[in-house]
């Protein structure tokens, strides 16, 4: 069964750091696309960054410069690292798996929180 | 970036009623298109990919269509458990969601 589970949300203050983490059972998140898709309060779904199997990465021009996303594939494992961080980048963080050949996502986590806040 | 246009924001029917939503992509992008239903607190799931490729285990009363670049997603037959937010998102480049449209139950 396909599960992903993130972790490593929290409150934080502006222009601190923090690092997500999206735990991925059930596949390998080296054969799939791997995603971060946020959500703001009360608002629409943002894609912010992509991890393709080849390891290219790619960003929202929202959050380039900013964030990083990498994977560890003994721990089966995607990460986002977000630093400079802003009020607006407060929101819902979702991992999601995209099939091998386009980014249609079909399995999605649970969400973990961001707060940036003083 | 490819810009995606959804509506109406908002809708209110009938169980029963067939419901249509519309989104409009900024430029062709052949039929990568996909629709995702949200509840409250909840990831969204995918229901539809490919313009009109049903995920497995979606109920056959959604549907999608293309014509050009415009999307609609149908539900035939309106069913209580379809009270949701829906999102339409393109996968020709860079993904990008549109606004949202959300179906409340009358």
């Known amino acids: 069964e396909v599960q992903l589970v993130e972790s490593g949300g929290g409150l934080i203050q502006p222009g601190g750091s923090l690092r997500l983490s999206c735990a991925a059972s059930?596949?390998?998140?080296?054969?799939?696309?791997m995603s971060w898709v946020r959500q703001a309060p009360g608002k629409g779904l943002e894609w912010v960054s992509i991890?393709?199997?080849?390891?290219?990465?790619y960003y929202a021009d929202s959050v380039k410069g900013r964030f990083t996303i990498s994977r560890d594939n003994s721990k089966n494992t995607v990460f986002l690292q977000m630093s400079s961080l802003r009020a607006e980048d407060t929101a819902v963080y979702y991992c999601?798996?995209?099939?091998?050949?386009?980014?249609?996502?079909?399995?999605w986590g649970q969400g973990t929180l961001v707060t940036v806040s003083s | 970036d490819i810009q995606m246009t959804q509506s109406p924001s908002s809708l209110s029917a009938s169980v029963g009623d067939r419901v249509t939503i519309t989104c409009r992509a900024s430029?062709?992008?052949?039929?990568?298109l996909n629709w995702y239903q949200q509840k409250p607190g909840k990831a969204p799931k995918l229901l539809i990919y490919?313009?009109?490729s049903l995920q497995s285990g979606v109920p056959s009363r959604f549907s999608g269509n293309r014509s050009g670049t415009d999307f609609t997603l149908t539900i035939s037959s309106l069913d209580p458990e379809d009270s949701a937010t829906y999102y339409c998102q393109q996968c020709y480049n860079n993904p990008t969601f549109g606004g949202g449209t959300k179906v409340e139950i009358k």
């Open positions: 430029q062709s992008i052949d039929s990568y």
């Open positions: 999601a798996r995209a099939t091998s050949i386009t980014t249609i996502f079909d399995y």
């Open positions: 991890i393709y199997s080849g390891g290219s990465t």
């Open positions: 490919a313009a009109s």
């Open positions: 059930g596949f390998t998140v080296n054969s799939n696309y």
